[in-house]
């Protein structure tokens, strides 16, 4: 049987684009459709507009620092129209060198929303079909919000980067990554945060030393967080009376205006939320606030509805994820699938090296499983955390293991008197001297574990750190200067 394509990629994010463009140099048939913005979540809505508003964000303490160390300084107060004009003329050059190594590769482009019409067959939202040899899907994921009345009131992720100006007042519900990331991103641009989380402790699955070291940090900068805590009502301030709202309503900061409406909200994960006037809630300990905004940073889903799967034998997990064998292969020979729609790792990288796993495996001939052991990771609020391997928690349950670890004032914050802190922490199998976990909590942590990511990924022992000579003075010698144990476990 003849196809129209070798390969056809539902998605045009960093997956998908990878995928499809190395299986064209292989002299592969490609075509790829994409209903958004090609780039996906990372490029549009994700890793790089938000990586961009932590440099933006950052400055705040930079310039206070630079006046304590004797520079004359004068700043006002951050402006965000002319950065989110910046940013969004950014987005668009990335798309546009999305879109050009597409075309140099010769795969060719469709601007429309596509759904499986059978095993071979794509059908694609002008009304054209297509078939293929092979179809990756790769459609990503999307910000959900939890299941409550006027939950749409509440904004998503994809929203924050459209804006049209920042709220005086913020209400972040959630305590993972992304909503420490624009807490901490936030507040140092002026807005007063404050945060819900139903936890006793942020930053769930990471090493629970290293993300107390970051909660602690974030409260003492100004961060309010409240610990068992969540939403049971919400609404705007207008429908409430006054004697409902509580003893703070006289605080709320009135007339934030409504974010923008992502497009196309079901691929795109995009959100119509956000609203013109302040939001009333009231939480589970029984307060009641106001606030212009309140974000939901509340989990991710796979983006599986309307994909046409039912015309297929791809069979759909628990969370609605493409359920995948280690080669990215579904139940249905002909389809494969990738990325944060497959729900193991939702890591950009991660998500690019299942799609050359992907080509290696289909086109040339190599048949390469995904290795998702010892992805190194970073948490980018302030000060950024680092992690690769397993927590101590984790590392406890599978063997006896050594744990080296030293909090202290970095030079340069200490040189202020700053109450400022870092983390270096390394976790040692007793039996053979491996490192089994590095996590690292400081400014510059991300660009730090990707270097002891590489040392950790080939099982390297404590005892060939220890032969490292130090960098002196850098806050990441430690890493290799720490004798004793600070506790067995």
């Known amino acids: 049987m003849s196809f129209d394509y070798d390969l056809f990629v539902i998605g045009g994010g960093s997956g998908g684009v990878r995928a499809a463009r190395v299986a064209a140099a292989e002299g592969a048939k490609v075509?790829?459709?994409?209903?958004?913005?090609?780039?996906?979540?990372c490029v549009i809505r994700?890793?790089?507009?938000?990586?961009?508003?932590?440099f933006a964000?950052?400055?705040?303490?930079?310039?206070?620092?630079?006046?304590?160390?004797?520079?004359?300084?004068?700043?006002?107060?951050?402006?965000?129209?002319?950065?989110?004009?910046?940013?969004?003329?950014?987005?668009?050059?990335?798309?546009?060198?999305?879109?050009?190594?597409?075309?140099?590769?010769?795969v060719e482009i469709f601007d429309a929303r596509a759904k499986l019409a059978d095993p071979h067959t794509v059908e694609l939202s002008t009304g054209q079909r297509v078939t293929a040899k092979h179809i990756l899907i790769a459609t990503g994921g999307h910000p959900v919000k939890p299941g409550m009345d006027n939950a749409e009131l509440g904004m998503v992720s994809d929203d924050i980067f459209e804006m049209k100006e920042l709220p005086k007042r913020i209400l972040i519900v959630g305590g993972g990554y992304i909503a420490c990331e624009f807490a901490c991103v936030l507040?140092?641009?002026?807005?007063?945060?404050?945060?819900?989380?139903?936890?006793?402790?942020?930053?769930?699955?990471?090493?629970?030393?290293?993300?107390?070291?970051?909660?602690?940090?974030?409260?003492?900068?100004g961060v309010k967080i409240r610990f068992g805590t969540t939403i049971v009502d919400m609404k705007l301030a207008?429908?409430?009376?006054?004697?409902?709202?509580?003893?703070?309503?006289?605080?709320?900061?009135?007339?934030?205006?409504?974010?923008?409406?992502?497009?196309?909200?079901?691929?795109?994960?995009?959100?119509?939320?956000?609203?013109?006037?302040?939001?009333?809630?009231?939480?589970?300990?029984g307060e009641e606030r106001e606030f212009d905004q309140v974000l939901f940073a509340t989990g991710r889903a796979p983006n599986t509805n309307d994909l046409?799967?039912?015309?297929?034998?791809?069979?759909?997990?628990?969370?609605?994820?493409?359920?995948?064998?280690?080669?990215?292969?579904?139940?249905?020979?002909?389809?494969?699938?990738?990325?944060?729609?497959?729900?193991?790792?939702?890591l950009t990288p991660v998500a690019i090296r299942e799609g050359m796993a992907f080509v290696e495996t289909v086109f040339k001939g190599n048949p390469t499983p995904v290795d998702h052991e010892l992805i190194p990771s970073a948490v980018f609020t302030q000060p950024e955390m680092g992690t690769v391997g397993?927590?101590?928690?984790?590392?406890?349950?599978?063997?006896?293991?050594?744990?080296?670890?030293?909090?202290?004032?970095?030079?340069?914050?200490?040189?202020?008197?700053?109450?400022?802190?870092?983390?270096?922490?390394?976790?040692?199998s007793q039996a053979n001297d491996t490192v089994l976990g590095c996590h690292i909590v400081a400014p510059g942590a991300g660009e730090m574990i990707q270097m002891a990511g590489i040392a950790v990924k080939m099982g390297a022992t404590k005892a060939q750190f220890d032969q490292v000579c130090a960098v002196h003075p850098t806050m990441s010698e430690e890493l290799v200067t720490m004798k004793t144990p600070m506790r067995s476990a």
């Open 31 to 41: 075509a790829i459709a994409e209903d958004s913005r090609m780039g996906g979540t």
């Open 46 to 54: 994700g890793c790089v507009p938000k990586k961009l508003m932590v």
């Open 57 to 106: 964000s950052s400055y705040r303490e930079s310039l206070k620092e630079a006046e304590d160390y004797g520079w004359e300084v004068t700043a006002g107060d951050f402006s965000w129209p002319p950065f989110k004009k910046r940013l969004h003329k950014e987005l668009d050059r990335l798309e546009e060198i999305y879109r050009s190594m597409l075309n140099n590769s010769n």
């Open 187 to 221: 507040h140092n641009m002026g807005v007063e945060v404050e945060m819900f989380i139903r936890k006793s402790g942020i930053l769930r699955g990471f090493d629970e030393e290293a993300a107390g070291l970051v909660s602690e940090m974030m409260q003492q900068k």
């Open 238 to 285: 207008k429908d409430v009376s006054f004697e409902g709202r509580g003893g703070t309503a006289t605080d709320a900061a009135m007339g934030a205006p409504a974010s923008d409406p992502v497009a196309n909200p079901d691929i795109a994960g995009g959100s119509k939320g956000g609203t013109d006037g302040p939001i009333w809630v009231k939480a589970s300990n």
């Open 308 to 346: 046409g799967l039912e015309n297929t034998d791809v069979k759909l997990g628990r969370k609605g994820e493409i359920e995948v064998d280690e080669y990215s292969q579904t139940a249905q020979p002909s389809i494969y699938a990738i990325g944060d729609v497959t729900d193991r790792v939702a």
């Open 390 to 428: 397993m927590t101590e928690e984790e590392a406890m349950e599978q063997e006896p293991v050594d744990v080296y670890c030293t909090s202290f004032r970095p030079m340069q914050q200490a040189f202020l008197d700053r109450p400022d802190r870092v983390l270096m922490k390394l976790i040692v």
